[in-house]
């Protein structure tokens, strides 16, 4: 089954973290493992984010961390982080697509 990795952290600087996403974006095409991600503020404080990350297996997700353009990322992201980064690794047990 999956992966997903979250990154939760607190951010005065969203628009600077969201720049520094699309570079990586652009930077690990054709390389990154990652099939997806969702950005997400909380309604109930604008400087709370989570990313969540999805990877087909931990074993890519572990392939994506090594990346170069992973690691300059992260140098670059945690100055700009007020709280964490902190990450929340887990296995997908259950994964059903619900129709309406």
């Known amino acids: 089954m999956g992966f997903i990795q ?23 095409a054709g390389l990154r493992t990652a099939t997806r991600t ?18 087909d297996s931990y074993d890519d997700a572990m392939v994506n961390s090594e990346l170069a353009v992973t690691n300059a990322t992260h140098e670059a992201f945690v100055p700009l982080c007020t709280d964490g980064p ?15």
Request: glycine share 2%; with cysteine; proline share 5%.
């Open 38 to 55: 969702r950005v997400c503020r909380d309604r109930d404080d604008p400087t709370h984010y989570m990313e969540i990350l999805e990877f």
């Open 6 to 28: 979250i990154i939760d952290y607190r951010t005065e600087c969203p628009e600077a973290v969201d720049r520094l996403l699309t570079e990586w974006i652009n930077g690990s």
């Open 86 to 100: 902190r990450f929340i690794n887990l296995d997908v047990i259950r994964d059903e697509p619900w129709q309406l």
